[in-house]
């Protein structure tokens, strides 16, 4: 960890001053864990979750509110504002701060979006099927969240269908016992000209 740590740290700056690392996968991936193990080993870099950005209304269309609200203030060096959105209340929270730390963390699914890629300075996809990832996550939200399950399942194959971001990933991360495993992503082997569909690799759901 401390040596893709090392690794994002010495990257451009993507964002104005600021190192932007996408964490995307299917939902129950890993995503957040993995999140802050990452931050932590960056010595406390900040991790925007999408879930404070997304909404029940929204699932999946708050690219132009992730753009107003954190990409753009931070573009230009200021500390970026935005409202968490509390799926128990579901209601947006008051403004919370962002600043523009020299690494910080995007994660959640959609992470890697087409609209968010200019900015990240890497793209990174937690390889875990999404069979197993939904079952994971079910298993952790309980029964209180089936229906709600069922329509985000929906909801993330079409959007990964419409807009799929693995292809586009520069590092692939597993998890096993042991710990987790960085390798190069689809994007670190992509020519050119070569043709994307969106039934690439294992964790496509089309």
């Known amino acids: 960890m401390h040596q893709l740590a090392s690794a994002l740290r010495a990257l451009p700056p993507s964002c104005g001053p600021v190192r932007l690392v996408g964490v995307d996968g299917h939902a129950g991936s890993g995503k957040t864990t993995f999140a802050g193990r990452l931050a932590a080993a960056l010595g406390g870099a900040p991790v925007l979750h999408l879930d404070d950005i997304a ?3 929204d699932l999946f269309a708050w ?3 992730l753009l107003a609200e954190v990409i753009e203030p931070l573009g ?3 500390t970026a504002q935005y409202s968490p959105y509390d799926w128990h209340t579901r209601r947006f929270g008051p403004p919370r701060p962002l600043e523009p730390a020299p690494v910080i963390l995007v994660e959640g ?3 890697g979006r087409r609209a968010l890629r200019p900015f ?3 793209l990174l996809w937690m390889e875990l099927p999404h069979e197993e990832a939904w079952t994971r996550g079910r298993v952790r939200d309980g029964a209180e969240q089936r229906d709600f399950w069922v329509q985000w399942v929906r909801a993330e194959h079409e959007h990964f269908c419409e807009d799929p971001s693995r ?4 590092l692939l991360v597993t998890q096993s016992h042991k710990g987790y495993e960085v390798l190069p992503g689809p994007a670190e082997t992509l020519g050119p000209d070569q043709f994307i569909t969106h039934r690439d690799g294992p ?3 089309c």
């Open 55 to 57: 909404s029940h209304e």
């Open 63 to 65: 690219t132009g509110r």
């Open 76 to 78: 230009h060096g200021r």
């Open 109 to 111: 699914v959609g992470a």
């Open 120 to 122: 990240l300075a890497r």
């Open 167 to 170: 292809p586009y990933a520069d």
């Open 203 to 205: 964790s496509a759901v």
